[in-house]
């Protein structure tokens, strides 16, 4: 085996066990397991548990340290920081609430920052969407119409909402995108449209007059049109949490 393939191959292996030590540690502070002002186990204690050395140890926690997770206190250890301090539009973090902590609680507050969002997403995309812009939105549309399955309605409804985030034209929408993106898996995950026929043409339909009131340069229609969708996923959601 050539030398540039070992290196690969080792460098491969570190950034799969980077990843698998971040997830290990990150999962078990949001479970509980290291609830927030706990101090977490040595180093020496971690390295052994997910077998890695010091070095990957080291990377993983700095990468849960940007996360605003934990933070490494001179001659006290590494500290779990309060949940109020932890980055929760990182995509990871959320996922991981999602997945431990799903209950309609969190989920309304993810439903809640959507309002305040994507509504004025939608506004904005009225005012500059450009034509090729609103065409990609109509074929989004479409697609979720003609969709045969969960996966492609909710690639379909996802990359439409991607991409009235991008016709708003401000770049700071962008960073609500993990927030969306995660919403409608878990959504999709709960209960999918796809899976009644009858359902699945009223919510394209209702997708598809975000795009009219877009395309029609009515900020106003968009808006509602898109806190119309918002509440009836949310109403949705708390019919199979609740």
Do not use: C
């Not at 050539?2 to 980077?18: I, K, Q, Y």
């Not at 997945?99 to 309002?115: H, I, S, V, W």
């Amino acid at each position: 085996m050539s030398g540039l393939l070992l290196d690969g191959l080792n460098e491969a292996r570190v950034r799969n066990s980077h990843g698998q030590v971040v997830e290990g540690i990150g999962r078990a502070i949001v479970s509980g397991t290291y609830p927030p002002d706990t101090i977490l186990p040595r180093d020496e204690e971690l390295a052994s548990k997910f077998g890695v050395s010091r070095t990957v140890l080291r990377e993983a926690m700095k990468t849960l340290t940007a996360k605003g997770m934990i933070i490494a206190r001179t001659r006290v250890g590494t500290k779990v920081r309060p949940r109020q301090d932890w980055n929760l539009f990182d995509a990871e973090l959320l996922i991981w609430h999602l997945d431990t902590q799903a209950g309609m609680e969190f989920l309304d507050q993810l439903y809640e920052m959507r309002l305040t969002m994507e509504p004025a997403a939608a506004a904005m995309a009225a005012h500059r969407a450009g034509a090729g812009d609103i065409e990609t939105l109509y074929a989004h549309v479409e697609a979720m119409r003609m969709a045969e399955g969960d996966k492609a309605f909710a690639l379909a409804d996802l990359a439409l909402h991607r991409g009235i985030i991008k016709a708003s034209g401000n770049v700071f929408m962008h960073s609500v995108g993990t927030l969306i993106e995660a919403a409608l898996l878990t959504a999709f995950r709960l209960s999918s449209p796809s899976s009644e026929p009858a359902i699945q043409q009223d919510v394209s339909a209702a997708h598809l007059r975000i795009v009219e009131a877009i395309a029609g340069r009515d900020p106003a229609a968009a808006e509602q049109a898109m806190r119309n969708v918002i509440l009836y996923g949310q109403r949705r959601i708390s019919d199979v949490v609740s």
